[in-house]
């Protein structure tokens, strides 16, 4: 089982749109969470951290839940360029691990 | 301005030869890494450096070398290079060993024949 799972995807949605996206770790000693974006062809940066009280920024919606292992991003009012992959990162002992990502593709 | 630059861009190579990728941060930053991603896209550390020692050596071939000069610089040095080495290569930095936000460089295409 890989550390960190993420939405197989791809996920094709139409401007406006609002889309969830999961993630789920195996480490319960992960110890902080993030969200980060990478454009095709692109490095990867980073969107949102993940905080146990759930946090917003914008559109973007990041929640936690550490008995349950999972982290969500939900994206509202989708924009055309929003299309991009989202990867679910978890840092623990100072050690990040990345999931495969989800492609989003936002079309007019 | 750049934050953290990689060297080269791009790099095409023959099997068996023998490659460096330099990486530069001018952020200040304590801690530097090298992420490998593959075909598949799955992004997969491969060191980490704290003030230019080694902290995070993941399972990679020991033909692959990292080193730190000074704390702006990481260089990734592989030996006898191997078709399935073909991936982007991403330095990234962050200010300190258990810090949050980690930068990254724009990526090293390597494509070995």
């Known amino acids: 089982r890989k550390e960190v799972e993420q939405d197989p995807g791809p996920f094709n949605v139409p401007e406006g749109a609002t889309v969830a996206f999961n993630c789920t770790y195996s480490?319960?000693?992960?110890?902080?969470f993030f969200w980060y974006r990478q454009d095709c062809r692109k490095e990867p940066k980073l969107l949102m951290s993940?905080?146990?009280s759930g946090n917003e920024d914008g559109r973007f919606t990041a929640q936690l839940n550490r008995a349950s292992q999972y982290i969500s991003l939900l994206i509202r009012d989708s924009k055309l360029s929003d299309s991009a992959t989202y990867l679910c990162?978890?840092?623990?002992?100072?050690?990040?691990?990345f999931g495969a990502g989800t492609r989003l593709t936002v079309k007019p | 301005d750049t934050a953290v630059s990689q060297t080269p861009k791009y790099l095409v190579t023959q099997m068996g030869n023998d490659k460096s990728i330099k990486c530069e941060q001018n952020?200040?930053?304590?801690?530097m890494y090298w992420y490998k991603q593959d075909s598949k896209k799955f992004l997969k550390i491969m060191f980490s450096?704290?003030?230019?020692?080694?902290?995070i050596n993941e399972t990679v071939p020991n033909r692959f070398s990292p080193k730190s000069p000074d704390k702006a610089h990481l260089n990734l040095h592989i030996n006898s290079l191997e078709l399935g080495d073909s991936a982007v290569y991403f330095c990234?930095?962050?200010?300190?060993?258990?810090?949050?936000?980690?930068?990254f460089g724009p990526g090293t295409r390597l494509t070995v024949l």
């Open positions: 990234a930095s962050s200010l300190a060993v258990s810090t949050d936000t980690q930068y």
């Open positions: 990162v978890v840092n623990r002992a100072n050690d990040m691990r």
């Open positions: 952020l200040g930053h304590d801690t």
């Open positions: 480490n319960s000693a992960s110890q902080s």
């Open positions: 450096y704290n003030n230019k020692e080694l902290i």
């Open positions: 993940v905080y146990s």
